[in-house]
């Protein structure tokens, strides 16, 4: 079993514990997770998959809820 | 205030409606139960379509379309006024043939269509499946959104005199004891109830709104096997119809079913429905949906709206029965309506939309 994942966001390579959340993982790497239509930054707010504030896209799928994501090696995350 | 005209329903026929007549100089009464736009006008997808059904449906439909033109500019951008044309999508050779036929019907009657073969319609929309055999586009064909629509017109209305009564259901047209007042009833689904005896039909329907995927559909996109389903009067049907939002989002139908009058979701319908979408545009799956509703269609027997005098109540006038096409029509046929209350020369024949009992 690996103990950690290996992910790219924005481009950029990134490796985590295994089981953190793309939420963290995003966060961690200091990013926020998306703008808002009035072009706010936003980022997770519950962490529990309501509040939908954290979307990201992972491998192309747009609005991924991020927190409810765990990392996986090979994953590719954009913010916006 | 004495009123000449009472619009029973603020939606987006009786919002139409009283504009045309509160425009004509009536002293116009609205009274709305709920919302103004709130019933069907707000289920619906705001699709403002030509249609090819029958002559009359046509005639309706090209008339209400242009008026749609000329109101555009009008419009506040909360209405999403979209020219964004239809695309009638064809999957095989036998559809391809009825995409000819009605290229020569709408092009015998002055409606600019083009004919798409399998490679134009992939590059005009990249996310239909491959190998389907082409389509015809109506670029004239628009989208708004209907509840913004009715509430201008509503807004229009009283700025030329009319009054909104908010809140108040008629159970029974004795309760408006006014003997000189015309009234309209334009109450959709439940013109029955006020009207007995008018044959109008809920056909329920749902519908499902992704989040903002922009350029994901780029025009809105009709099955042409949508003329077979829409039409089996006696089977619960679905058919491949989505639209682009001006925000990004998709808004997936479309299902029809009689003799349902719950407005809860079935999902034996919803997933029948999402399923219909997906044979057509598999990555639709990929999307996320948040938010699924229903709405109840006034349907009629002819497939034509009631448009004029009630044969049964002296001074009640019918503007119900819309089914799937009341955006569309809505402003169609509140000139009709205002045309027969005033004795103007109506644009169109009225005889197809005369109401039955």
Known sequence: MPQTADVRINGKEFTVAEGTSVAAAVLNAGYSMRTSIHGEPRAALCGMGICYECRVTIDGCQHRKSCQVLCATGMEIETT | MAADAIVIGAGIVGAACADELARCGLKVLIVEAGEI??????????????????????ALTHYSARLWEELADELPSGAEYTAAGTLWVAADDEEMAEVRRKHSFYAQRGVRTEILDAQDLEQAEPNLRKGLAGALFVPADAIVYPPRVAAFLVECACRNGARLERGRRIHNMAELANATA??????????????????????????????????????????????KSAHSIDEDSVAFNVQPRQTGQVLIGSSRQYGSSDPAIEHRMMKRMLERAALYMPSIGRLSAIRGWTGFRASTPGKLPYIGRSPRQPNVWIASGHEGLGITTSLATAKLLADQILNRQPAIPLEPYAPNG
């Open chain 2, 37 to 58: 736009g709130g019933g069907a006008t707000a289920a619906g997808m705001g699709h403002i379509v030509v249609m090819d059904d029958s002559e009359a449906e046509f």
């Open chain 2, 182 to 227: 015309l009234i309209v009833n334009a109450t959709g689904a439940s013109a029955p109830a006020l009207s007995p005896g008018l044959d109008i039909q809920p056909r329920k329907g749902h519908l499902l709104i992704t989040d903002r995927y922009p350029g994901f559909v780029r025009h809105q996109l009709v099955e042409l096997g949508y003329l």
